[in-house]
């Protein structure tokens, strides 16, 4: 089964990260949350998030997509951070996904993952001046090779159901979609 990390930063956004976490779970992936610190992680809006283990746990292990939930100050945390940094390279070396929605694309900008691709974000919360070999877009969710982005809250279901696209096929994307009830 895939494995996927999930980094939990301080003031991640907390509608992006469950909604994440929880329809990666629903395909039955294999996901691991981890905390940039040993304390629970306090959400941008106060919800109290428990990580399932410590990101210093997890450096060495290999994962099939890394994902980055947005929010601030979480997507900040998450850029500032160099072992963030230096797993994103890592995994964009090996030819594996990484993805990030909201503010969180400006990590993967910082990591120079984004150079000659097309991306989105939430509107503001990337400089494009500092970053004008990407071709940025106000699409939903972008999928541009290994690189996966989208905009916010609002388009955290949607990103997750594309990257259980991605890593599973259209069929389970299908059956984790048809559980939600999101049409008649």
């Given at each position: 089964?895939?494995s ?7 003031g ?25 610190d ?8 106060g919800t ?8 210093e ?22 850029a500032e ?40 974000h939430?509107p503001?919360?990337?400089?494009h ?17 290994t ?10 279901m ?10 599973l ?11 939600l009830?999101?049409?008649?």
């Amino acid at each position: 089964m895939p494995s996927v990390l999930v980094p939990l930063a301080q003031g991640c956004e907390e509608l992006e990260a469950v909604t994440i976490i929880d329809l990666l779970r629903r395909a039955a992936l294999d996901v691991v949350t981890a905390g940039l610190d040993n304390r629970p992680v306090t959400a941008s809006r106060g919800t109290l998030l428990i990580a399932d283990t410590r990101l210093e746990d997890v450096l060495e292990r290999t994962f099939d997509m890394i994902v980055l939930p947005g929010g601030l100050p979480g997507a900040d945390h998450l850029a500032e951070d160099p072992r963030i940094i230096a797993l994103l390279r890592r995994q964009h070396a090996a030819g594996r996904f990484s993805a990030a929605i909201c503010a969180a694309p400006k990590v993967l900008a910082r990591a120079g993952l984004l150079d000659g691709r097309s991306a989105t974000h939430y509107p503001g919360a990337v400089d494009h001046a500092v970053y004008p070999s990407v071709e940025f877009t106000d699409a939903s969710v972008v999928v541009d090779g290994t690189i996966v982005t989208s905009r916010g809250p609002g388009t955290a279901m949607d990103f997750a159901l594309q990257l259980i696209e991605l890593l599973l096929g259209g069929e389970s994307r299908d059956r984790v979609e048809r559980g939600l009830v999101r049409t008649l």
